[in-house]
């Protein structure tokens, strides 16, 4: 065998194995090409005596002008007479044939089943793949005949008040909510904003799963649905301290971060305040304990922390034991003044009195001066009434 034999030899097979395993469009011997069924959809349940479509999309890929058409039957069987039959369409090369074909439910409820079948034609007779390097060239759906579809709202939280048209409804134990509705009737759904719980704990609404962020929303079924909402917990942090105003509550994401920062001080009340008297922070205590001005902290519970404040007297240290003595003194000058004044005169010549209140003349018998009333006493050492 000469080298030129050999190489015609390894040609012709590698040939055959190109032939044998492309799975193109050419694959198989006197076959127009790949015509096959890419979509078939509709519905998933409509009500009795409705209307309701259904799309079928044929794609192809032929090597030479080709005529299709799309058949709908009734049933899971291409078995007696279509329900739908499509025209004849010439195609060349690539690409897709779509139709969309109208239907009325029967007026029974149950399930309707549908067949579609795609149909080349070739050397006289309609044909169609089964495989699935051509084809397939069929498809199937079922749609349920209901005027009823199921709701399933799952929230994942139990005890939740949940409004649905016009019924008020609770979640089970498992945090859900089933309802039967009319096919295609709008309902109002209306869930809880916020639900809090007397540990100072709470929920929040965060959205539905479908993107939808509002607690109100209105639902109209085709088909039986599942809508889930989500809530995430939230802890209440409570600052306390005996200063007014510096107290406050802030409610906080379950594992997120807490920032608290005290102030540098707090003024006092008069008349502290008038001599520079401030309250000044000292440190924070309770489920958080630390000296730091500012503190942070994982929110993994409800939390209360104590901000503690120490007085600064400022100037009043000084000024008020002065204030005191000032004051001490003065009393004792206003005592000795009131003593002298209330001396009483002795008039020697006469051997009249005077009253030491009102300055009139008094007689030495007198117990109480007839001018001013005041009690009158006599005094052996000056032999005088004071």
């Known amino acids: 065998m000469t080298l030129l ?10 040939i055959m194995m190109f032939s044998l395993f492309t799975g193109g469009v050419f694959a198989q011997d006197q076959t127009p090409g790949r015509v096959r069924i890419a979509s078939f959809v509709g519905p998933r349940q409509v009500a009795p005596d409705t209307a309701f ?41 690539g690409g897709d044939k779509v139709w969309t074909v109208n239907f009325t439910a029967p ?54 008040a949940v409004a649905l048209g016009n019924s008020s409804n609770t979640t089970t134990q498992a945090g859900g909510l089933n309802a039967s509705l009319l096919v295609g009737t709008p309902y109002q759904l209306s869930v809880p904003s916020e639900q809090e719980y007397q540990n100072s704990t709470r929920i929040v609404f965060s959205g539905w799963q479908d993107g939808n962020n509002q607690t109100l929303r209105t639902v109209s079924l085709t088909e039986d649905t599942q809508l889930v909402g989500y ?8 600052v306390t301290s005996y200063q007014s105003g510096y107290s406050y509550q802030k409610w906080y994401d379950a594992g997120s971060k807490a920032t608290v920062q005290d102030v540098s001080f707090v003024p006092t009340s008069w008349p502290l305040a008038l001599f520079g ?25 409800p939390k209360t922390i104590h901000a503690n404040f120490s007085i600064d007297y400022g100037l009043s240290i000084l000024i008020f034991p002065l204030i005191v003595a000032l004051g001490i003194i003065g009393e004792i000058v206003l005592l000795v003044l009131r003593r002298k004044r209330a001396q009483t005169i002795l008039e020697p010549s006469t051997g009249t ?10 007689e030495k018998e007198w117990v109480h001066c007839i001018h001013c009333g005041r009690s009158l006493s006599f005094s052996e050492d000056t032999d005088a009434r004071l």
């Not at 069987?77 to 060349?92: E, H, Y």
């Not at 995430?232 to 409570?238: C, N």
């Not at 009195?353 to 008094?362: K, M, R």
């Open 53 to 93: 479509s259904l799309s079928l999309d044929v794609e192809y890929e032929v090597r030479e002008a080709t005529t299709i058409r799309a058949v709908i039957f009734e049933g899971l069987l291409n078995l007696g007479t279509p329900l739908w039959q499509s025209d004849n369409a010439s195609v060349a090369g």
């Open 277 to 301: 008297g401030k309250y000044v922070f000292s440190d924070w205590s309770g489920d958080v304990n630390s000296s730091s001005s500012e503190i942070s902290f994982a929110m993994n519970s």
């Open 107 to 160: 007026a029974v409820e149950g399930t309707i089943q549908f067949s579609a079948y795609a149909y080349y034609f070739d050397n006289g007779a309609w044909k169609s793949y089964n495989d699935t390097v051509l084809g397939p060239g069929y498809g199937q759906i079922a749609i349920k005949v209901s005027r009823y579809a199921v709701l399933e709202v799952d929230l994942g939280v139990a005890g939740l």
């Open 231 to 238: 809530y995430r917990s939230q802890y209440l942090l409570r």
């Open 5 to 14: 034999s050999a190489w015609k030899g390894t040609l012709i097979v590698f």
């Open 353 to 362: 009195f005077t009253c030491p209140n009102c300055g009139e003349a008094v």
